[in-house]
């Protein structure tokens, strides 16, 4: 299959190709997002060596894998590495045998799980860059991991050897809806856009959830396989996911299972007050290795030092996992075909969509004809308000005006009535009243097929539709 996308990605690739100096480069993103696909596709036959680590296991079974897959790519018989020095002396032998000038790829796959406690793997790392690799220009080192906070900790912000020794970083996102639309047309699957958003809301962009979708059947159907009858493929991948990123994976569960509970997210302080725990040390780390790794992600509130910055659950198949699948009998493996269009499923829904539009800003700022105007992203809650008002995106812009937005998925275009026109009214007044902004206030409405034409959509400044956030 062909790469999907990555035009800023590839771009990066090809500058390690194309430089006249040694490069490290550090690949590093989600799980299960492509990082590996992408590098061993485009880099191809450039890869002079390369090796992947394996989740628990030992040492001395990690040296026999890199020990294998070094007479595989040298066509000769390998020494037996007693430890990773010799391991890394043998690889310098096998790169100083090689002809030619152009570039040569070194690749580590899920780096994490090869440099374990002890295992001296980094150290080694370190004098083989640092003694041989840094030196010689034709050559690329790749490492790259799932583990992201363990690759910035470790790797990049490592003080010792490879302190600064990392020229590129590439962090892998998952697919925008339009790269979605090129990876089902890729593979012959005929979704409509709808459709489409939809499976976004469950995979979240991921390609390797991705991959399981067949064509001939409804999304509805395709879920029920994916996740729900006996024997599913993605059955066990929430516990699975966590287990393969984190060592004692315990508290990163605690705190996802405890911000799926509040779709609009959560401080700190209020974070650890309903998980009961103190503030601070490990758990404070724990939070910022959820957020490295693309779990969580962290916003500001529109007044900043007034109410701080927020914690909010983003992983898209984590949400569907805790709502959904956590805890689900389906005796005939049919839960989503019953469950699509239930009271349920529009709650949900509501919430996912809020989420996709937050992943799509830049697009919804194409819509808008602002693209080159500087704005910060933020979201609010009302401190004194009752009942509290919220507002879950705002583009507050240089140019005097700020974007409130509202995100509505409905399968038909979505009525404005004048209950809801109050609301609108209420939210921006309140808004503008508490913040004290002088910036004109544009009340925006992002859904999924439009408004209704009526009497009650005057206060709506501007629409995006679903549509546009498949450009780009």
């Not at 590098?39 to 394996?54: K, L, Q, W």
């Not at 799926?260 to 490990?282: D, H, P, Y």
């Amino acid at each position: 299959m062909k790469i999907i996308g990555r035009t800023t990605e590839k771009d990066v690739l090809q500058q390690c190709l194309d430089s006249k100096k040694p490069e490290f480069l550090a690949v590093y993103g989600r799980r299960r997002v492509g990082k590996t696909f992408l590098v061993r596709e485009y880099f191809g036959d450039h890869i002079v060596f390369s090796m992947t680590g394996a989740i628990k296991t030992s040492m001395k079974r990690q040296l026999k894998n890199f020990d294998e897959m070094l007479e595989e790519y040298s066509q000769n018989p390998a020494a037996v590495s007693v430890d990773w020095f010799e391991a890394f002396r043998s690889l310098k032998a096998y790169i100083k045998r090689l002809k030619g000038g152009r570039k040569k790829v070194i690749f580590f796959d899920e780096l994490p799980w090869l440099a374990t406690q002890k295992s001296g793997f980094v150290s080694a790392l370190d004098y083989f860059w640092n003694s041989f690799g840094s030196a010689r220009a034709d050559l690329l080192l790749v490492i790259c991991g799932s583990a992201t906070s363990w690759i910035i900790d470790n790797i990049i912000k490592d003080r010792g050897g490879l302190h600064n020794r990392v020229t590129r970083q590439l962090w892998i996102e998952p697919f925008s809806l339009r790269e979605c639309e090129q990876f089902y047309k890729e593979k012959n699957i005929e979704l409509s856009r709808i459709q489409i958003a939809e499976l976004f809301m469950i995979f979240g962009g991921i390609p390797y959830y991705m991959d399981y979708i067949e064509k001939g059947l409804s999304p509805e159907q395709n879920i029920d396989r994916i996740f729900f009858k006996k024997g599913a493929p993605l059955a066990n991948e929430f516990s699975n996911l966590y287990a393969a990123l984190f060592k004692n994976p315990d508290n990163h569960l605690k705190v996802i299972e405890t911000l799926g509970k509040i779709g609009s997210g959560m401080t700190q302080k209020e974070l650890f007050a309903e998980m009961k725990v103190n503030t601070g040390g490990r758990m404070t780390k724990v939070l910022e290795e959820l957020e490295q790794c693309g779990f969580v992600r962290s916003y500001q509130d529109f007044t900043k030092k007034k109410n701080g910055r927020y914690y909010q659950l983003l992983d898209f198949y984590t949400l569907f996992y805790l709502k959904h699948i956590k805890g689900r009998v389906s005796p005939d493996g049919k839960y989503w075909q019953n469950q699509s269009r239930q009271g349920g499923w529009h709650a949900w829904n509501g919430l996912a969509f809020e989420r996709v539009c937050v992943a799509h800003v830049e697009q919804i700022k194409n819509r808008l004809g602002i693209s080159g105007v500087s704005a910060d992203i933020s979201a609010w809650r009302s401190k004194h308000s009752s009942p509290k008002v919220q507002i879950d995106l705002i583009i507050n812009r240089d140019d005097g005006i700020i974007n409130l937005c509202e995100m509505k998925f409905t399968e038909k275009a979505f009525a404005i009535d004048r209950e809801y026109d109050e609301e609108l009214l209420l939210r921006r007044e309140t808004f503008r009243e508490e913040t004290g902004t002088k910036k004109a206030l544009h009340i925006t409405m992002v859904t999924a097929n439009g408004l209704t034409s009526g009497s009650y959509i005057g206060m709506v400044q501007a629409q995006v539709l679903l549509d546009d956030l498949f450009t780009g």
